[in-house]
């Protein structure tokens, strides 16, 4: 796979971006996942035309439409932002993006909970950064993140799943006139998709199932709309759980009844959080490769993401 082009604040690479000329480098996402995507650096208070060091700034007013003005001036830039951050996201349409990660609390960067000043000059976390929200809404499923929401194991490992597996979708629109393509995605993702949500695993699996009635644009646009969706529910020690017990049911009539304790063992211990899912996922794929387990090679839910990510060794 080629590296995942992936959208990201130019501050996080530790450039010196910032409106004190500082930069807020973030080393996992670049020296650890840097090794497995291609950034796209932006920074919109630069891009659209401030210069480094910079005034300060804020949101105010209405959280569903703040506007956004410099701390001490009151100099409102909002049509400014707003302008750029239009024609930059069509631009950004050409970098087929994976996803994109966002500064935290930031005032033109921030996903959720931006800080926005009532009349009263009271701020509250109610708002969403200027250029994150014209992103977002100009690419409602591409995967989206702040880097202070990523120190959580469990939301890191669920939003690099993502992008690994919107990669591949990507990697796949080229021959979708074909439906084939989306029933073999569909095959190597099954357990993927149960371990977030059953229910969108079977409205998929009757999507899927019904290929041949329908148009091929019709059918990759209802697919990937369920599929995004789907990605957004963060897996849980039950639903995996679930899943562990589904693959053991693969090798009942090749495991010895020892080793089928063994792993039932390690299932358990995971059900109860004494161990991470590595655990039992480590010998459950050991069991694929010494038995040859042809449907289980294929499945993503095995080797969802590099395992040098670690992602599932706190999950």
Known sequence: MEKIKLGISTCLLGEPVRYDGGHKLDRFLRDTL??????????PEVECGLGIPRESMHLEGDPQAPRLVTTRSRRDITERMQSWAEKRVSELEQDELC????????????????????????????????????????????P?????????????????????????????????KGRNKIIDFHTRH?????????KHYNMMGKLV??????????????????????????????????????LMGYFKKQLSADEK???????????????PLIVPITLINHYVRKYGQPYLQGQYYLHPHPVELQLRNHV
């Not at 799943?161 to 919107?166: A, G, K, N, P, S």
């Not at 099954?190 to 059953?198: D, G, N, T, V, Y």
């Not at 529910?233 to 039950?238: D, F, G, M, P, Q």
Request: charged share 25%; net charge positive.
């Open 261 to 275: 304790q063994e792993l039932q063992e390690l299932i358990d211990y995971y059900h109860r959080s004494h161990i």
């Open 34 to 43: 840097g090794d497995y995507v291609q950034y796209v650096p932006v920074c």
């Open 99 to 142: 996803g994109f990660i966002f500064k935290s609390n930031s005032p033109s960067s921030g996903m959720e909970r931006v800080k926005v000043s009532d009349p009263n000059g009271m701020p509250r976390k109610t708002g969403v950064g200027i250029f994150a929200g014209i992103f977002m809404k100009h690419f409602p499923l591409l």
């Open 190 to 198: 099954k357990l993927l998709l149960m371990s977030h949500s059953p």
């Open 209 to 246: 199932a019904k290929a041949g009635e329908l148009d091929a644009e019709a059918l990759y646009s209802q697919y990937i709309a369920l599929l995004m969706e789907a990605l957004k529910l963060r897996t849980t020690v039950k639903k995996n759980t679930n899943v562990l017990q589904h």
């Open 144 to 176: 989206v993140e702040e880097e202070g929401r990523l120190h959580d194991p469990r939301l890191r490992e669920n939003f690099i799943e993502r992008i690994f597996i919107f990669k591949r979708w990507r990697e796949m629109l080229p021959e979708r």
